[in-house]
């Protein structure tokens, strides 16, 4: 019997994929402080509870995040830390983008800058 296996770049483009969304990102964020309930999302994720609870359920599936009851409250928490690297490096590499497009932008500006008359010809 031959045993199928899934491809690591597959796999990793399928949690790339889950992750390519805002509200799911801003809820990792949130959950940077700790397991929050749902109620807790909500007010800081933005939007509304059942688009939240299907970005969750997503979420739960790819394992990204787990839930446990509290009484009748249910708190999520991220799955796994190294998600938070995963951000940090995400953020590093835009910021780095951004570093170098704002230099590109700056250096565009100063040749466009008028100079004064019997100067560079």
Known sequence: MAVVTTPIHQVKAEL?????????IRILEVLRDG????????L???????HLSQQLGIMR???????????????YSVSNPALFD????????LTSSLVEARDLLAELESEDEPRPSGEGS
């Open 44 to 50: 800081a994720v933005g939007i509304e509870s059942s």
């Open 86 to 93: 995963l951000l940090d490096a995400a953020r590093s590499v």
């Open 16 to 24: 790339f994929k889950t992750l390519g969304h805002p509200a799911r």
């Open 35 to 42: 397991e929050r309930s749902v109620g807790d999302l909500v």
């Open 61 to 75: 599936r790819a394992n990204l995040v787990q839930a446990r009851k509290d009484g009748t409250s249910v708190l």
